[in-house]
């Protein structure tokens, strides 16, 4: 017996949300204290978290909210991933044909990993429904397999680059000590981000206001993701120091055999002798020694990420529509881009 439930807050199914987590073997990105910090963030229109409940307690879950005529999963550009924790496969095929069968509006979903369950069933339970179907790359994410050990895979790596990094890191070690520290934040939380979030909003981040401290909602989310990954143990925060000045920083999660890197910067000032490698590089041989299985640089496929690594994550967008006028004009303005579709659906849903 399996029924859907529809809740408006996260609270109340935060300790039954923490077991499915868990019984599901799902992401971090996929706990509740992430879900609230970004909610309380960037959260906006009505909170809806559909659960899939059987007898013997939560199987399936997707938060998601309604906003200017769009059914969205709780994700923007500083979520990682969005995966759909569930028991078993049948829990999560469950969840989405009841999502599907009660919106009337377009169902979106961003963030999704390919080569996960989640787009496959999702595409074929809305096509069953009669629903347009659109999926798009929106990201490729790279990662470091931590297959072997770290000598192995630091031998791997092109002659010239770890020649390169070497000699960089004894001209930093001719102006002052040199030092790795990694900390979980149960001491000291509110300094050691202070002093992070300074790192990492200094040079072109601070320019561009993309940096954490640009906006008061980033800053807000993640100081509230750094105190709920340090309750739960799973903060990580990096620092490569020069003497005691921080030089580069790290925002890392650590949990089930993986290191996430959620944001990180250097100090532009000391650019030509690369602190922003050596911390990537030092980061590396730590999640090595703890016996870790991957090392998730998270975010776009930029140049320095692939300095480390060939292999990417590809994270797509999905969109059901519904065989309503909202559903069909969201359709063609995202199909096809038309502007007079566009105008329509802002028109509809004012």
């Known amino acids: 017996m399996t029924s859907l ?3 408006d807050s996260i609270a109340p199914l935060a300790a039954e949300w923490e077991e ?10 996929s706990r509740p204290g992430w879900f609230d910090a970004w909610w309380q963030a960037f959260g906006r229109g009505r909170l809806e978290i559909v659960a899939l409940r059987r007898a013997d307690g939560l199987a399936a879950l997707l938060p998601l909210h309604v906003h200017r005529g769009v059914r969205s999963g709780l994700t923007n550009w500083h979520t ?41 069933v999702l595409t074929a339970a809305a096509r069953a ?13 790279p990662y470091v397999r ?31 000590e040199v030092r790795l520290e990694i900390a979980d934040g149960g001491e000291r939380l509110d300094d050691l981000l202070a002093e992070g979030f300074a790192v ?41 120091r020069l003497d005691e000045r921080p030089i580069a920083f790290h925002l890392t999660i650590e949990e089930g055999g993986a290191a996430y890197l959620l944001k990180g910067g250097y100090d532009p000032e000391l650019r030509e002798l690369a602190p922003g490698m050596l911390l990537i590089r030092g980061m590396l041989e730590w ?27 590809q994270r797509l967008n999905a969109q059901a529509f519904p065989r309503s006028v909202a559903g069909t004009m969201a359709w063609a303005a995202f199909a096809y881009g038309r502007p007079l579709a566009k105008r329509a659906q802002d028109l509809a849903r004012s």
């Not at 429904?129 to 994410?141: K, P």
């Not at 309750?231 to 925060?237: C, E, I, N, Q």
């Open 20 to 29: 499915l987590v868990a019984r599901a073997g799902a992401g971090p990105f």
């Open 146 to 176: 931590l297959a072997g050990d770290w000598v192995a895979y630091e031998r791997s790596l092109p002659r010239r680059r770890r020649s390169e990094l070497r000699r960089r890191e004894r001209r930093l070690r001719d102006r002052g």
């Open 80 to 120: 990682p991933e969005l995966e759909v924790p569930a028991v078993d496969p049948a829990a999560r095929e469950s969840l989405l044909r009841g999502v599907l069968a009660r919106t009337h509006v377009p169902l979106s979903l961003g963030l999704l990993t390919a080569g996960r369950a989640e787009v496959d």
């Open 200 to 240: 990492e909003g200094l040079g072109w981040k601070g320019d561009r206001g993309t940096a954490i401290a640009s906006r008061p909602q980033t800053l807000a989310f993640y100081t509230a993701v750094a105190r709920w990954a340090a309750a739960s143990g799973s903060l990580r925060l990096a620092f490569m």
């Open 287 to 313: 999640a090595f020694a703890r016996g870790l299985k991957t090392y998730e640089f998270l975010g776009v496929d930029e140049g320095f990420k692939l300095d480390w690594t060939a292999e990417v994550r």
């Open 129 to 141: 429904a009669g629903m347009r179907v659109l999926v798009r790359g929106v990201e490729r994410s």
């Open 5 to 7: 439930e529809i809740h």
